[in-house]
């Protein structure tokens, strides 16, 4: 492939031009690992500084229109405030995610928990996130439960789906009509024996049950080893019950590498779904976000290289010859059909999406503008002082 | 545990009596692995002889009453005369296993190929594996598919999907009123890419559709590294769709170690599932069969060894004291709940086999009964000539 | 194996009676996982009250007479003091563990970064720990470095090796005649790319080049999914390179479960070959340490059950008939030698160790005999205020 | 990376020319899983017709001058004769694989077996590799030994080292000076349980002991699930005990996916290790050889595919701007570090290795210039009757 058909190329690049990223609040916090948090300098300190950051990777990417939030993190006072602030700098919020694994309470579980109580008090969280979504307009609430157990008999695993199913089904009751819940699976971490949505079979499963506003999203970093995490995609999107990815990549275990970095190629044969069921742009109503830190790496520029990245493999997929990859698989080619798909892999789409920031007036190289834009240095120096947002902060 | 309560121990003892076990036609077959068949003396010749075998390890078990058949492997002109020869020597016909995965045609795929003429192909074998039953008044049609593809783009994951879908709801349609479809799912092998029904998620997200005569089955073998397999077998058995189990064992790929040899404790905890959600007995529909094959070691005698490692197993999970877990796990109390199920894990539990084996008239010892009875000697020097059973033999 | 011949019970009493395991300081105070600390009462505050604690494990099991510290996390003035307090209360000071993974300084790597000023500090940390060794008598140094990347090219991967050799070498050079040092390896975390010293071969390769004072380690929870640590262990003793274990757990991820809770039959196979080798005694010179953290069970009682499962694990080891099975192992009775393995764990060995601690002077149930001591109510009442001590506390 | 420099351009080039990989003989013939080999027409059906495929990947690839043989399948009566008939077709014999894994014998081990006379014979087995060695002017004995146990038990960890070390040292003794060996290991398969080479840290200790012509082979499909196979490069061209590759690739078990297909970024990491070392020359010693086989593809055309997959990865590696990159490393710019790396991935190299083959009189195009040159079809047309070959034959 060596000179792109003007028709393939005005297709590729339309597609791109529409094509939606979500960033996370989340990102350009302080994280880390069990071991140590590194702190970084210039990190936001408040939900608006958080905002702030999203709307200068959206200022530099031009596809990045919307940010996720995270409650408490992202908590505050008055929503229609910090959304009328993202508009200003031209972003707006997103996905709401829930959090029910940071409090001294939910040692042993939270919608999972034995204890009556505290499963109240997590649904309460919960159902306070579609007030949240409400305020925001968001669409999506977007729910990881780090719940399970550490050791064999800890717990009743019948037990505790039959727990998470009850509270599954008052938030989904909750949501109004232009809410979606997106349930994320987990094969491990940060419960050690049992994890109680690990798998999508299981988020599936409580998804059919609730209905069409339940909706599966699949965490690429949260995967057994060996898993084909496309076949997946495939076989959500033909039960329709893929709602949107959370975007990283890992190597063994933490799931916080910028998407892309770790599998380059998985994450081409994972585009390569979406595109072959035509559900790249936004009114298909999968919801493509970023959900991964930067430890050691500085973090606006990582997220600016991670949704480049995301672009890089999407532009890949977009090249992929559909016909000739049909013709192949129905003549039982597999090297022929292989080689279609690797073709696509193969070809340098840099130049192409150069171009595509051109037509949006943006500068051809994110990264090198963004650090050309002193940015970094302003932040830096601004802010001194307050709590660094982080995980818990 | 001591001593064990006169009424815990008839209980116990009852349920193992009640027990049942189904050996595999094929386990005492020549097996081996892709770089070696090693062939032992006095291996079956027929589905005649396999039956033989399978009479002798349920003789010195006692809880093995059925056998399953493999078809074509033990395809024979006449159903009711194998019958009749297995009633005779004391068991009888169990599932019906098919096989779509040793013919030239099927290369690229049996149900899911992209060739229409090989599909109906392969429909016509499942459905004749159904008048196959209609003879041997089997229950259970045991569906293992070992479609997939080897490279990324040699086929379309979501046709593939739709043209097994298809072939299902076929056999199914054609069941009788008293006869249920198992599907199984192997997480790899031997497609070296995509695997077509790969997780319980896929497996069960088929049965689903087909309807209450479709049932999963769990191969213990058959999954990622890492996985919870007790979590899945209670998540099916909570919604209904467990079937039964193919049980054995492995350490990374391989699955034909005798079950319970890789990890007992991990047995033990399935067992633990099933007991609790009192699905042992037979009338509960969940068949327990072995599938695994005996390269290096004797192969009667290692199925022995294997009924009795799943008997250990259910014993042990028997002990376990229900209202001291149940309690244990309610106050949150960790390392209490945990204990319990160890207590029962930790018993010798060989004692009480012993005495269920007098009770029910059996030698206490099955593998020296076996080794005394002379059995072994002397089908070795009678099955001399003719074509030892084996994988497509 | 019903009775146990009187001569076998009492090899296996002495064995057991002789045997040490070394708890770890930092296993009585607060740990997590990277989502979140659950902190727990009565938890220590400083070194002194971490020794209460290991003293109080060693009470109750008799066999657990050291208690391993950690630098900076157990630093204190006065180590003849500390030495002298561990004394008093029936315990000695045992492996000093360095930590030069928990300062903004290491972001990039310890005695591997590439900044040589990072690299001296690092190198004086391992140097003071040798000091801490000459003040508190201790015999080995036990060195884990979280050294690593998180992405492809981030650093070099030789240089990395060049540069932790360097730092190897100066350490060894600085340790005394009767001093050890114990390298470990960890096949992942907390970096994401690559890791330092991923795997035994690598820990052995230095050892190998440094001299007789350097020892492999084997932390039990630190190996790829199906990696055969029994051979590592048989590997390492034929090459008269093990200095030791750091005992755990683990399912997946998390090294944290108590030894023997995910795998007992994998703790089994380990203590056969130390058996079998005959290195379980002291002078042999391997260090049972425990290297795990409790984050949800209460602390002391988890060390209590875990020197118990070491203690269960080993009596089954030492009741493997020796001769029975290295006769089936040269017949080639692949089912026999199975057997007479798994003879022994499948005997039930509480009894026999209930009898070891009445012999030794100790409630033949540790943890009821420390649950009914009072210990845990009179410690929660008296370390309120304070720091509790914790992974950087 | 637009344009490369005419230096840039003319280094790489110059490398590629020089590049040599080695195909192997058993690549032409039927192979498959344990379930099914899936026969091809026009398979070769001697060791003649094998070096005419070889000889006619290498005419369209012209960095394939050498071909692997394998005893007993590519054993001939006059080895003088097949060199003769090699080097006519414009190729020259490479490696010997040696093979004591298909022989009833060896169904406990070939060199570890516990039985001496088996050993006997698996050791004179390997020396007549070297006898043939002597013959075809081979520098390289490639030793895989499928060597390993089923069952915890089933034979002495300890004592198999013991056996194998003695072998190895025979057949060491044995070596012509400019002889070499090469000792590969697998992580599993085809034991189940213990494999008596399973890592690298085995081959290497092995190798050190033996001396400076014993080198270790890393095979790219041979290691656990998420292991860094780069760091095993480094580290073994650190101690300059890395012999040589045998390429292929795997998801996740079977090892005959063609180099490079099921993750061509890890391939590419791999050959950066190779180039930065500068050990990609031929004189440098390293063995680039293919062990893969083809199940489903058309066979001839997935070795030059191979060939060609494993250029494009080396000419990436080549335009890793070492100095960008080194000087990122230095100043601790992760991500400029890793921009650098991915810059020379994301290059399309086709275009450069299109004009090396010009340079070269080659058809720019292998693959379409293959098909063209009707070679398959006279070879199918030819190769009727006799036996195909495949593992075994």
Chains 1, 2, 3, 4 share one sequence.
């Not at 950051?53 to 959206?58: K, M, P, S």
């Amino acid at each position: 492939m060596t000179e792109l058909a003007p028709s393939t190329r005005s297709r590729v690049l339309a597609a791109l031009r529409d094509q939606r990223v979500e960033t996370a609040s989340w990102a350009f916090g302080n994280s880390g690992t069990r071991f140590k948090v590194f702190a970084q300098e210039g990190v936001p300190r408040d939900p608006f500084e958080k905002i702030s950051d999203a709307a200068t990777v959206h200022r530099f990417t031009g596809v990045a229109p919307t940010v996720a939030l995270h409650i408490p993190w992202d908590k505050v006072d008055d929503y229609a405030a910090l959304a009328a602030f993202a508009k200003e700098r031209g972003v707006g919020l997103g996905a709401i995610n829930s959090n029910v694994f940071q409090d001294d309470d939910y040692k042993l579980g939270s919608v999972t928990n034995p204890d009556a109580r505290i499963r109240a008090k997590a649904l309460a969280h919960l159902v306070e996130c579609v007030d949240i979504m409400d305020a925001t307009g968001s669409r999506d609430l977007k729910l990881w439960f780090s719940d399970g157990t550490n050791y064999p008999g800890q717990d009743s695993i019948r037990n505790r789906q039959d727990r998470l199913s009850e509270a599954l089904a008052a938030v989904y009751d909750r949501l109004g009509d232009d809410q979606r819940m997106l349930l994320e699976y987990k094969f491990f971490e940060p419960a050690f024996y049992v994890t109680d949505v690990p798998d999508w079979g299981t988020a599936y499963a409580h998804c059919l049950t609730l209905g069409d506003k339940a909706q599966v999203v699949i965490d690429t970093g949260h995967h057994a080893p060996g898993t084909n995490i496309e076949f997946i995609v495939a076989i959500l999107l033909r039960a329709g019950k893929l709602g949107g990815f959370d975007f990283n990549s890992r190597f063994y275990a933490d799931d916080d590498l910028m998407v892309g970095a770790a599998d380059p190629f998985q994450l081409f044969r994972i585009m390569c779904e979406i595109v072959s069921a035509d559900v790249l742009k936004p009114e298909a109503g999968i919801a493509f976000m970023l959900d991964q830190c930067h430890n050691l790496e500085p973090k606006i520029q990582a997220v600016i290289r991670s949704v480049m990245n995301v672009q890089e493999a999407t532009a890949k997929a977009l090249l992929v010859d559909a016909d000739a990859l049909a013709a192949a698989q129905q003549n039982g080619d597999v090297l022929e059909a292989n080689d279609v798909l690797m073709d696509a892999y193969h070809t340098d789409v840099r130049p192409l999406l150069r171009d595509l920031r051109a037509d949006l007036g943006l500068d051809s190289d994110p990264v090198g503008a963004y650090k050309r834009s002193g940015y970094y240095e302003t932040v830096k120096a601004e802010r001194v002082g307050g709590n660094a947002a982080g995980w818990g902060a």
